[in-house]
């Protein structure tokens, strides 16, 4: 089992930068892949990005080149790096990740955690 909590979340200026954290704890194999989504009122929750097990990273188009997502595997962290943030960014974030055990393909679970608060004003 798994437990992601999310931090890092709050209120800043259009512009202005957010660094969002997750750590993964609790009793498990391994975790391959980690990420973030986004789910803002009356709106789908949607990808943000992921990143692999090895830390190969892919993006939501809206974000390129704005926001950087990096994993630290000894510390079982995803970090979310939010810069140039618009208004359109404020959404609840979510942290989420996967389960897998080596050697056993069928094998997975995928885990998310309560989300943290963005708000970007205007």
């Known amino acids: 089992q798994v437990q992601l909590v999310e931090s890092g979340g709050g209120l800043v200026q259009a512009g202005g930068s957010l660094r969002l954290s997750c750590i993964a704890s609790?009793?498990?194999?391994?975790?391959?892949?980690m990420g973030w989504h986004r789910q803002a009122p009356g709106k789908q929750r949607e990808l943000v990005a992921v990143?692999?097990?090895?830390?190969?990273?892919r993006y939501a188009d809206f974000v390129k080149g704005r926001f950087t997502i990096s994993r630290d595997n000894a510390k079982n962290t995803v970090y979310l790096q939010m810069n140039s943030l618009k208004p359109e960014d404020a959404a609840v974030y979510y942290c989420?990740?996967?389960?897998?055990?080596?050697?056993?393909?069928?094998?997975?679970?995928?885990?998310w955690g309560q989300g943290t608060q963005v708000t970007v004003s205007s």
């Open positions: 989420d990740a996967g389960e897998v055990r080596i050697g056993v393909p069928q094998w997975a679970k995928h885990y």
């Open positions: 609790g009793s498990f194999f391994s975790i391959n892949d």
């Open positions: 990143i692999s097990s090895g830390g190969s990273p």
